[in-house]
């Protein structure tokens, strides 16, 4: 099977609290991708960053950051001094190489960050 | 430079009739794909267009068809609506050339409600 989970369906925080969206992903492929997207109340997606499988390094930016654990298939996003502006739903996304340009995505995590 | 263009923004429909929603690449993209995103859920691959032709395919029904043309630009029709086809529709573009892992960049989206 070649899914994403996202078991955080909702989370809310207080403003300045760091925060992490979990992720779970399944493929059979050892060559894929990983996303994380941004869905504003707009709905256009933002793309926030790629991985790809062989590139287990830990990225950094700005106030963002990603933990990505090919051991326990796990690609983790974490906000540190969460802002309003923060508030959104999160997708998680997979593209296996075995499906081309096809990216899963997860069910989403929906943020909210309280002033 | 623009950036993915869809339209309409919304569009209201009742069961049996046919819908077509349209989208235009990101200038320098050739390859435009289509997602069908329900409420609360992540978007789901209807499929991809590269060269005018139907690259690939999720599990939807043949009641969903799509067109791409010359210009790049691509069309996604749907016939015989049903309750269930009520969603957003997300176009996204993506430059072909270099493999399948190229960042897609999605329009806005298109809300469609079937009554």
């Known amino acids: 099977a070649q899914k994403v989970t996202q078991a955080q369906t909702e989370i809310s925080v207080v403003e300045k609290e760091d925060v992490t969206l979990d992720c779970v992903y399944e493929?059979?492929?050892?060559?894929?991708?990983l996303f994380w997207y941004k869905q504003p109340p707009s709905g256009e997606l933002v793309f926030l960053i790629r991985?790809?499988?062989?590139?287990?390094q830990n990225e950094i930016s700005g106030r963002y950051s990603w933990n990505f654990q090919k051991s326990t298939s796990s690609f983790n996003f974490t906000i540190t001094a969460s802002q309003v502006v923060d508030s959104a739903v999160y997708f998680c996304a997979l593209s296996p190489y075995s499906s081309a340009s096809k990216i899963i995505f997860g069910s989403g995590t929906r943020l909210s960050i309280r002033p | 430079d623009a950036g993915v263009t869809q339209s309409p923004t919304h569009l209201i429909k009742t069961r049996g009739q046919q819908v077509t929603l349209r989208c235009s690449p990101k200038s320098g993209h050739d390859t435009v794909s289509w997602y069908q995103q329900a409420l609360g859920q992540g978007p789901q691959f209807i499929f991809q267009?590269?060269?005018?032709?139907e690259r690939q395919r999720g599990n939807f029904p043949d009641r969903f068809s799509g067109h791409q043309f010359p210009n790049y630009s691509s069309e996604l029709n749907v016939n015989a609506l049903l309750l269930g086809d009520s969603a957003l529709y997300l176009c996204?573009?993506?430059?072909w050339g270099a493999g399948a892992y190229n960042e897609q960049f999605f329009g806005p989206g298109t809300r469609l409600t079937v009554l």
């Open positions: 996204a573009s993506s430059p």
């Open positions: 493929t059979r492929d050892t060559t894929y991708y």
């Open positions: 991985r790809n499988s062989f590139d287990e």
């Open positions: 267009y590269y060269e005018e032709e």
